[in-house]
């Protein structure tokens, strides 16, 4: 089908977009007409790892469950996700047609960044695992935004983002307002993802995000495309065996 919805999806802390492009394959696969974005984090030091630089959407300080921490980078990674927002809604897909993802430290983001958009710029859904509320003593969930779709997949046996931290997270969204958490545990789950999960994960999006051709982008013609759009393209189309070591932009458009 065609791009008629975006999920963007965020990586936990050291990894990078391409830690979820299996994930977000297995997604694509059976939702054609969802547009994954997967951005990688800004590299800044982080204190919990003795100052090591690495990709990070803001600093961690502490193993506690960082409700108190001031999360220092926090507010410019908010921006970074809320323009990839304002890009995809610039290209035609309605906020009511995105959904926020995202893995321990990235599930913290969706939290962050969704739920403290403007009422008008509500999104479709944010889907959590193994994540939590980061600064939640700074946290004010947007009036006109209570009703939110919000999925929160944990593992029981989480030993980094323990799974109180979870419970802690739902109560206090809860407590602000929020009156559609669900809150999922897995069973001898530890800090990831597993099949369960993702099936969870795919009847969410696809609960949110329902295949609508109304909402579809018109198809760009070749000469339209940027080089990453010509080669997804391409890779969706499966000429990629073809068109291996075509690097110019013009080879793929002539």
């Known amino acids: 089908g065609k791009h008629s919805a975006s999920v963007l999806i965020m990586h936990g802390l050291g990894d990078s977009a391409e830690g979820f492009v299996d994930v977000a394959e297995m997604l694509s696969y059976r939702l054609p007409y969802v547009k994954f974005i997967l951005p990688t984090a800004p ?14 959407w803001y600093d961690i300080v502490g193993l506690d469950d960082r409700a108190s921490e001031t999360c220092d980078g926090l507010d410019e990674s908010r921006n970074i996700v809320t323009n990839i927002i304002e890009s995809e809604v610039n290209l035609g897909i309605p906020y ?21 958009l ?13 994540g939590y509320l980061p600064r939640a003593n700074a946290f004010r969930l947007t009036h006109g935004l209570e009703n939110t779709p919000i999925l929160h997949c944990h593992g029981l ?8 931290w979870a419970e802690n997270t739902q109560a206090e969204i809860q407590r602000q307002g929020a009156l559609n958490y669900e809150l999922k545990s897995y069973r001898g789950l530890g800090h990831s993802l597993n099949e369960q999960v993702i099936q969870d994960a795919l009847k969410f999006i696809s609960e949110r995000l329902p295949d609508d051709p109304s909402f579809a982008l018109p198809a760009k013609s070749p000469s339209e495309m940027s080089i990453k759009e010509l080669k997804e393209a391409i890779r969706q ?10 690097r110019e932009k013009s080879e793929f458009v002539e």
């Open 157 to 164: 046996a989480d030993p980094m983002v323990r799974y109180n």
């Open 118 to 130: 403007p009422a008008e710029k509500q999104v479709a859904g944010i889907l959590v695992m193994s």
């Open 237 to 246: 189309a499966g000429l990629s065996h073809r068109a291996n070591g075509f």
């Open 43 to 56: 590299s800044s030091p982080v204190t919990l790892n003795g100052g090591m630089v690495m990709n990070s």
């Open 96 to 116: 009511s047609r995105i959904v926020l993802a995202g893995f321990s430290q990235g599930g913290a983001m969706s939290l962050v960044t969704g739920l403290q």
